[in-house]
């Protein structure tokens, strides 16, 4: 049996087994795939930038009974839990008032005065 096809064979064998066991990794919950109770076991609520390194990030953790938000201090370096609350009212995903960055600064550069989403519909010059 000591053919020199052998060593390929094996070789082969190998490279094939290597997307399954990928793959049967990734839905087991020895892959990591069991410790989360479906798709909405973390939710990001909200986000705030204090620089560009920094920022404070509200997340849902859990199910049910066992939901929580965490405040949490996000930086480069580190995650610090900044306060464990219960959650709240569902939160809209966008400010209705919020302007984007792009029509403040249309506005801007029209002469325009951009204090409101209103007013950035305005096409009048002041």
């Known amino acids: 049996m000591n053919s020199p096809l052998l060593p ?32 909405a076991a973390m939710r990001l609520i909200a986000q705030m930038p204090i620089s560009p390194t920094q920022r404070i990030v509200t997340v849902e953790l859990g199910q049910g009974e066992d939901k929580r938000w965490l405040v949490l201090g996000v930086s480069p370096q580190q995650i610090n839990t900044l306060h464990v609350m219960p959650p709240q009212g569902e939160v809209p995903e966008s400010s209705p008032t919020a302007m984007p960055f792009a029509q403040m600064l249309s506005a ?3 002469g325009t005065p951009a204090a409101t989403p209103q007013a950035s519909g305005d096409q009048s010059a002041v």
């Open 8 to 39: 390929i064979l094996w070789f082969l064998a190998i490279v094939c087994l290597i997307p399954l066991v990928l793959w049967l990794l990734k839905r087991t919950p020895l892959g990591g795939a069991g410790n989360s109770s479906g798709p």
């Open 108 to 110: 801007r550069l029209r």
